[in-house]
């Protein structure tokens, strides 16, 4: 069987749980992968071949291949299979204790990284991340703004040891810190930052039912969902550590649950800060900005 055949099965077979086209972006990902070729390379080097039976696999590709599908039929993330995922251009190391980055978070970032390039003191920058997961805001933001001071914190271990390794791989100098951030004890290891970012858990609890499968099977609880009793504690909590721990020409950017971005906002007004909601590029309210008045 050629490659080109074993692309359409595969692609076949994943049409069981996803969309068609859904299904063809996930197969050009695992087969780019799997055989080390671009979809456009693979089309070329099966033009070059006059006898298509040796455009085939090796029986360790197909082994591999058959591993991610039944993986994937089980409605696991094609980036937890491939142990990848690209946020800003880049390629982070991803499995099951840290969420996939998002690309409403790239947003946020390239808000953040517009906000400090346009300022008279960006040089220097101090930055601090909180919930740090994969570690794709931070190091990004250090990769773009290299003349800043990154920090980046989490409550697992288990995630910081993801972002240390995506810090190192991609050559990007952060301080981590293993941090319960709701204890606000804890708060008084740090100094003041001129940034304050964070995409916390937002989900409340009883919206799980609405997540898709791969979602609430396969991705960390502990970096999505929030009680239903207290759903804002994250910001109010990060509203409370910038009164002292935020420059006087600090900035917050937080992203934010799309149905709530208004009471968001609100907290961060109650706290003495003059808040701004950003929408993403389909229109939805997820992002927030605060300062000092």
Request: some cysteine; aromatic content about 12%; proline content about 5%.
């Amino acid at each position: 069987m050629t490659i080109s055949q074993d692309y359409n099965d595969f692609c076949t077979a994943l049409e069981k749980i996803y969309p068609p086209s859904e299904s063809k972006n996930i197969t050009d990902w695992v087969f780019e992968v799997v055989t080390g070729k671009t979809k456009s390379e693979r089309r070329r080097d099966e033009g070059r071949h006059k006898n298509p039976q040796s455009d085939v696999l090796s029986a360790d590709q197909g082994h591999i291949l058959k591993k991610y599908l039944n993986q994937l039929l089980q409605h696991t993330p094609v980036q937890y299979v491939l142990g990848e995922s690209y946020f800003y251009k880049r390629r982070f190391y991803v499995n099951e204790h840290v969420l996939i980055p998002r690309p409403e978070t790239e947003e946020l970032v390239e808000w953040i990284i517009n906000e400090i390039k346009q300022s008279d003191h960006w040089k220097n920058t101090t930055i601090l991340d909180i919930g740090t997961g994969s570690g794709c805001i931070p190091i990004v933001l250090k990769k773009e703004v290299p003349d800043s001071i990154v920090h980046a914190l989490d409550v697992s271990s288990d995630a910081l040891k993801v972002a240390r390794k995506n810090a190192s791989d991609l050559k990007a100098e952060i301080d981590f810190s293993e941090v319960n951030f709701l204890d606000e004890d804890q708060w008084k290891k740090f100094k003041t930052f001129d940034i304050v970012v964070s995409n916390p858990p937002y989900i409340p609890i009883t919206e799980s039912a609405k997540l898709d499968k791969n979602v609430t099977d396969f991705e960390p609880a502990l970096a999505l969902f929030v009680e239903d009793n207290d759903p804002f504690i994250f910001y109010e909590k990060i509203s409370r550590f910038a009164q002292t721990h935020l420059s006087s020409d600090g900035k917050i950017f937080v992203e934010v649950h799309e149905e709530y971005a208004d009471h968001v906002k609100t907290i961060f007004e109650k706290n003495g800060f003059a808040a701004f909601i950003r929408k993403d590029i389909y229109g939805k309210e997820r992002m927030i900005k605060a300062q000092f008045p």
